[in-house]
């Protein structure tokens, strides 16, 4: 069956602009996560969605980011007014509630902030 | 809290000879033990992973991870590398039951398959 699927795949932007990544976990998957990876601070945890719970944001590094998750499928990871730093690749996963099955990866998104 | 160290952030072997990949973790009750490959320009692959029953899991593409419980360890293994196996492997951990639901990664080998 097909994996989680993200888009774009690249995006390049101005400093200041919004963004929004996309993510499409895998068909069945409750649970979904975002994570970001870049150099020198590895794969960081973003937020964490599983059904209608509520999210545990706990990893947004600033209230620049938001993400949303729309009838428990798709979610979209907002950045707003972009700084360089925010220049990452954007990975997004998804899993059963018990993770026991795994954690699936998508390609990723990779944001440049010119 | 939960932490993952990887030891050895670069790894070089030969084509042919045993791949060993270190991965300690620190947690209160042991966690569910992943260990992902990503090569040049690509997501995160799953590899394998230990969450109950038998210690000793095998992945894909030949490799395999023990779960020691007294040496808090989760290394990998492949008997044989490949040229193909070059490549970032991250170990990570997630808490059991409803201790959280992250993933915890490591900072990463590289792993080098010479000739």
């Known amino acids: 069956g097909a994996g989680v699927s993200q888009s774009p795949s690249n995006k390049v932007t101005e400093k200041g602009k919004d963004v929004e990544l996309r993510c499409d976990p895998i068909?069945?998957?409750?649970?979904l996560y975002w994570y970001r990876q870049s150099l020198g601070q590895g794969l960081e945890f973003l937020i964490y969605?599983?059904?209608?719970?509520?999210?545990?944001k706990s990893g947004l590094p600033s209230d620049r980011f938001s993400a949303e998750r729309t009838g428990g499928s798709v979610s979209t990871l907002t950045i707003q007014r972009t700084q360089q730093e925010d220049s990452a690749v954007y990975l997004c996963?998804?899993?059963?509630?018990?993770?026991?099955?795994?954690?699936?990866f998508g390609p990723g998104t990779r944001l440049t902030v010119l | 809290a939960q932490s993952v160290t990887q030891l050895g952030s670069h790894v070089s072997v030969s084509e042919g000879a045993l791949v060993l990949l270190r991965c300690n973790y620190s947690?209160?009750?042991?966690?569910?033990l992943f260990w992902y490959v990503q090569y040049p320009n690509q997501g995160l692959q799953l590899l394998l992973k230990?969450?109950?029953?038998?210690?000793l899991v095998k992945g894909i593409n030949g490799f395999e991870a023990e779960f020691k419980k007294s040496e808090t360890s989760f290394h990998l293994t492949k008997p044989s590398a490949h040229m193909s196996d070059a490549a970032e492997y991250f170990c990570?951990?997630?808490?059991?039951?409803?201790?959280?639901?992250?993933?915890?990664f490591g900072t990463g080998t590289q792993l080098k398959v010479e000739l």
């Open positions: 947690s209160s009750v042991p966690p569910y």
């Open positions: 068909s069945g998957h409750t649970a």
């Open positions: 230990y969450t109950t029953g038998a210690t």
């Open positions: 969605f599983q059904g209608n719970s509520a999210p545990d």
């Open positions: 996963a998804s899993s059963l509630p018990n993770r026991e099955g795994g954690i699936f």
């Open positions: 990570a951990v997630s808490p059991r039951g409803g201790g959280g639901n992250k993933l915890t």
